[in-house]
């Protein structure tokens, strides 16, 4: 099953197999009747989308409930994480045009449990 996050050259659709057990970031050439070259996601949490210059793809990863935003090089190379968050979630990223300026919509969910016993 393909889901499409965004429409760029090259298209970008991630790719989810079974439960969510193995994503993939697959990326088409327009026009092309190649196969999409896939890139691992495994840790992705939310939308993907290239960076300004074109030559990589960002997302945020989420390891021990805490996200990062992760650039990933479309040449093949090592991805590196471009922040070092110690809490909470992305909810949102976008670079600017100028690729200068980065803005991340992050925050938390509180919620509280609370046990309710009829008394005797």
């Known amino acids: 099953m393909f889901l499409q996050t965004a429409r760029r050259s090259p298209q ?4 989810t197999e079974g439960q ?4 993939k970031i ?5 026009g092309s009747q190649s196969q999409p070259r896939l890139l691992d996601a495994a840790h992705r949490s939310g939308g993907v989308q290239f960076t300004p210059d074109g030559k ?3 997302y945020a990863i ?3 409930g805490v996200d990062n935003v992760w650039v990933q090089p479309l040449d093949g190379s090592a991805g590196h994480a ?3 968050f110690q809490s909470e979630q992305i ?4 670079f600017s045009p ?10 938390h969910y509180d919620s509280d449990v609370v046990l309710l016993q009829e008394g005797k």
């Open 56 to 58: 990589s793809v960002a």
């Open 98 to 107: 100028d690729g200068k300026s980065l803005a991340v919509l992050r925050g």
């Open 12 to 15: 970008q659709f991630t790719k």
């Open 62 to 64: 989420r390891k021990n």
């Open 91 to 94: 909810w949102s990223l976008s």
């Open 20 to 23: 969510g057990v193995a994503v």
């Open 26 to 30: 697959a990326l088409f050439e327009i």
């Open 82 to 84: 471009m922040t070092d």
